[in-house]
C-alpha cells in the first residue's frame, strides 16, 4: 500500500502562473517531508524540505505547506516557469528510520 | 565535484545473465541507497546501508543483493536478471540519519531481454 501519495500524474500551468502540486501519506509518525525535481536522464535533485513541527518552509519561488491533521503536503511555486517543467516526487522519512519514501511523482509543464 | 557517480549508464541484459550495478560518493557519507523508478511507482527503495560493512532490505529487495565494502562505494547486483527487472536504477547517498537530504546519482537504466 502506497504510504506517500501524489495523485495527480501530471499538472500544466502557464508561465507567471502558480504550480501547486499536492502529496498525501498514510503515517501520522512521519517527521520530515522533502521535495525532490527530477529532470529527463538525470537523477532526482533536492528543492526544499520541512520537519514536522513547522506547517510551512519558503525558498525563493518555492514554498512547502504541510497540514498534519489532514496528513497533507503541498509545494507552491510562484511564478511558474519553463524552467520548472520536469517530475516532481514528494518523500517522506519516518521517525527513527533511514529510509525515505517517495510518492509516485507529478510530471509538471509550464507553458510559455 | 563529482558526488555521487554511477556505472554503467546503460545496459541490456538477456534474461538470466548476471551484473553488477557500482555507486560511488566521495562525499564521505554514511548512509546509502539503491533505488529503482519505474513509470507510475515512484521511486523504490531496493536495499540500503548504514555503514560500511552494513546492508539492509528495503521495500523492493527481492532479486537483488548488495554489499557496501568499502564506504565511498555500494554495489548493487543482479544474479539472474529478469525482464520485471527492466527499470532505471538510482544510487544515492547522504550524510545522517533521517533529517538529511539524499543525493542522487544520474541513474543506469537498465534492459532486461
Known amino acids: 500500500d502506497q504510504q506517500v501519495k501524489q495523485n495527480s500524474p501530471s499538472l500544466s500551468v502557464q508561465e507567471g502562473r502558480i504550480s501547486i502540486l499536492n502529496c498525501d501519506y498514510t503515517?501520522?509518525?512521519?517527521?520530515?517531508f522533502l521535495w525532490y525535481k527530477k529532470y529527463p536522464a538525470e537523477g532526482p535533485t533536492f528543492l526544499i524540505s520541512?520537519?514536522?513541527?513547522?506547517d510551512k518552509n519558503e525558498d525563493g519561488r518555492f514554498t512547502v505547506f504541510l497540514n498534519k491533521s489532514a496528513k497533507h503536503l503541498s509545494l507552491h511555486i510562484v511564478p511558474s516557469q519553463p524552467g520548472d517543467s520536469a517530475v516532481y516526487f514528494c518523500?517522506?522519512?519516518?521517525?527513527?528510520?533511514?529510509?525515505?519514501?517517495f510518492g509516485t511523482g507529478t510530471r509538471l509543464k509550464v507553458l510559455a | 565535484n563529482a558526488g555521487v557517480t554511477q556505472t554503467p549508464k546503460f545496459r541490456v541484459l538477456k534474461t538470466g545473465q548476471s551484473m553488477t550495478l557500482l555507486c560511488a560518493q566521495d562525499?564521505?557519507?554514511?548512509?546509502m541507497y539503491w533505488y529503482r523508478q519505474d513509470p507510475g511507482m515512484g521511486l523504490r527503495l531496493i536495499h540500503y546501508?548504514?555503514?560500511?560493512?552494513?546492508?539492509a532490505k528495503g521495500e523492493v529487495p527481492d532479486g537483488y543483493n548488495v554489499s557496501r565494502l568499502k564506504k565511498q562505494n555500494f554495489l548493487l547486483g543482479l544474479e539472474s536478471a529478469a525482464p520485471s527487472q527492466t527499470s532505471v536504477y538510482f544510487c544515492?547517498?547522504?550524510?545522517?540519519?533521517?533529517?538529511?537530504?539524499?543525493?542522487f546519482g544520474s541513474g543506469t537504466q537498465l534492459s532486461v531481454l
Open positions: 546501508s548504514v555503514g560500511e560493512g552494513t546492508t
Open positions: 503515517n501520522s509518525m512521519f517527521d520530515y
Open positions: 520541512i520537519s514536522s513541527i513547522k
Open positions: 544515492a547517498s547522504s550524510s545522517r540519519q533521517g533529517h538529511e537530504k539524499l543525493f
Open positions: 562525499m564521505n557519507h554514511e548512509y
Open positions: 518523500a517522506a522519512s519516518p521517525p527513527g528510520t533511514y529510509k525515505y519514501i
